[in-house]
Structures are given as structure tokens and as C-alpha cells.
């Protein structure tokens, strides 16, 4: 186009115009994620994994070990409203069960 007002900011009129941000097309992205601890089944947080992050059983093994031998690991990345919810359903559920598993989230 040989002149777009909405992105100039000076249109020659004295005015300028600006369209609004399309924020609703790249949301903000939270990663989801397990801390390690002493107490927890292995066999419990691929469960997790499994249910909640849908991993088949050799990813689940995999994220498992990591925050194992690391102390955190990325289960997933997601919108905020989703990450809160898997955050909330995972630790509602390891208290249902007596672990103490913690899952968090983090702004990417
Ligand atoms: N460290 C635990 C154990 O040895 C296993 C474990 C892995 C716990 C990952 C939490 O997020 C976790 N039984």
C-alpha cells in the first residue's frame, strides 16, 4: 500500500492513529512445572504426567527422571488459565494421595 494511516504516526493532518495491539493472537505462555522431592513414588509422578500433561509412558519416564536428577522439569507450556488449572488439579490430587509432589508455574 502506498500510504497506511493506522501505522503512521504522523499522517501530514496533525493526528495520530494507531490500531490497538492483537494481543488475543500470541497470548502470554506459562511453563508448567514439577519440583523434585524425597518422598514422592516414581511410579506416582509418571501417573501425573500420564494424566494430567497427557505423556505416553516413555515421555512420562523421561520428565520423571529429569526433575529426579535436576530438581525441576517442564511438564508443558501453556496459556495462563490452563497452566492454573493444571497446577491446581495436580496438587489437589498428590494431597488426595499423601504426597507432597508440588507443581508450579512460571511466565515464559
Ligand atoms: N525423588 C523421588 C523419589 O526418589 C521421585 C520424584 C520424581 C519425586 C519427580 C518428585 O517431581 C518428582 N522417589
Known amino acids: 500500500m502506498a ?4 501505522h503512521e504516526h504522523d499522517s ?3 493526528l495520530a492513529l494507531e490500531t490497538a495491539k492483537p494481543e488475543a493472537a500470541r497470548p502470554p505462555l506459562f511453563q ?3 519440583l523434585n522431592d524425597d518422598f514422592t513414588p516414581m511410579d506416582f509422578v509418571v501417573e501425573v504426567l500420564r494424566t494430567f500433561f497427557n505423556l505416553d509412558q516413555e515421555q512420562a519416564v523421561q520428565v520423571m527422571l529429569h526433575v529426579h536428577t535436576r530438581g525441576r522439569g517442564v511438564c508443558g507450556v501453556f496459556t495462563r488459565e490452563v497452566a492454573e488449572t493444571k ?3 495436580v496438587n489437589e ?5 499423601q504426597h507432597p509432589l508440588l507443581c508450579t508455574m512460571e511466565k515464559l
Open 12 to 14: 501530514g493532518r496533525g
Open 93 to 97: 490430587y498428590s494431597r488426595s494421595h
Open 32 to 34: 508448567v512445572l514439577l
Open 87 to 89: 497446577v491446581t488439579h
Open 3 to 6: 500510504h497506511e494511516p493506522e
